[in-house]
């Protein structure tokens, strides 16, 4: 498809800054500042923390920062699921330049200049964002951020590797003009999980470039256990057979590797039991991903961190794959559709 014509930004745009959040009393009011202190390049900057009836204080915090700062307000999400915050957020306010934003990051000063001088400068994007680095609680979430910043843990998103700048097909705290959502539309409401996965995947289908810059950063409080990160690439693995399903094709080639190895390995269990003559072979390919993510790991992670990191990459392989295979059992051969269990089963 041909790259939509887009108009040149207002002298002063409009910058909406959506937070979707639930219980983060410990990193909204950092990330409110970030963005507020950030410098605004020439916008006139709305926040709007999209809240999920958090209970741990979370909205006196916002409700506080709304007193300070006329540009800062609290939208109620009823709902509770991203899609929904986003959304809630997205079409409070009119808006030239809309922006998701985690509650757990932080912006770089220069984030919004350096996104909206891609904006100001390259008619042909619709998106542009930046890099994310990882901030550590603990020796065990460093040892996950690890990783996840790797190659061998997250493939080509390169938002998180900063393996290179460029036109890309997804970002993180992505900046969007209007008329994205103009020409195809808000976040999918079903999708509790992928959503911006999703939804980047019908920009790049509707003609717009989505742009990574690494002149622009953030930073992301990583509070993780083996057990959570599990969990959360599990429902990553589940929630993109969905988004295949809606759209009829598979939207990245590198969400088959997690599941194309969590088959080898189970034929390959099988064959070892069954079939003694094939053991060597099938020895040789476990063999050689232990020795590879082996030794992507003592590079990312050293002696310190090596092993963890290991156990780390094992995780996020299994439970993505694991998710996808279940995922396709349930929508495509059972022809499930999400349902408000599987909705509050992935919160």
């Known amino acids: 498809m ?199 995947f019908r920009v790049t289908r509707g003609g717009f470039k989505i742009f990574l810059t690494l002149k622009a950063t953030a930073r992301y409080h990583v509070r993780a256990t083996y057990r959570r990160l599990w969990r959360q690439y599990f429902q990553y693995g589940y929630w993109k057979v969905f988004v295949n399903r809606k759209h009829g094709t598979v939207t990245t080639l590198r969400q088959l590797v997690p599941a194309l190895w969590v088959q080898a390995v189970v034929l390959g269990t099988i064959l070892l039991l069954a079939l003694p003559v094939v053991r060597p072979w099938v020895l040789a390919v476990f063999g050689l991903y232990l020795l590879l993510t082996g030794a992507a790991a003592w590079q990312a992670g050293g002696v310190r961190d090596g092993w963890g990191v290991w156990r780390a990459f094992a995780i996020l392989h299994a439970a993505y794959g694991t998710g996808y295979w279940i995922g396709i059992y349930h929508a495509l051969l059972k022809g499930i559709r999400p349902t408000e269990q599987h909705k509050r089963l992935s919160r």
């Open 2 to 200: 041909s790259t939509p014509a887009l108009s040149v930004l207002p002298e002063r745009p409009r910058l909406c800054v959506v937070i979707p959040c639930r219980n983060e009393h410990a990193f909204i009011e950092r990330c409110v500042r970030s963005v507020l202190s950030a410098d605004p390049a020439g916008c006139d900057v709305l926040v709007l923390v999209s809240d999920g009836r958090s209970d741990d204080g979370t909205r006196e915090v916002v409700e506080a920062l709304a007193r300070e700062h006329p540009n800062v307000l609290l939208v109620d999400n009823a709902v509770r699921t991203t899609p929904h915050a986003l959304n809630l957020g997205l079409q409070a306010r009119p808006f030239d330049v809309g922006m998701i934003l985690g509650a757990h990051a932080e912006l770089d000063a220069g984030y919004l200049r350096e996104c909206m001088a891609v904006l100001r400068s390259d008619l042909s994007v619709g998106c542009v964002g930046g890099l994310i680095t990882n901030v550590h609680a603990t020796d065990l979430s460093r040892r996950i951020g690890l990783a996840m910043a790797h190659p061998v843990g997250v493939g080509s998103a390169h938002f998180r590797t900063g393996a290179r700048g460029g036109y890309v097909d997804t970002a993180a705290f992505g900046l969007y003009r209007r008329e994205v959502f103009d020409r195809v539309g808000w976040f999918d409401e079903d999708l509790v999980r992928n959503q911006d996965d999703e939804f980047n």
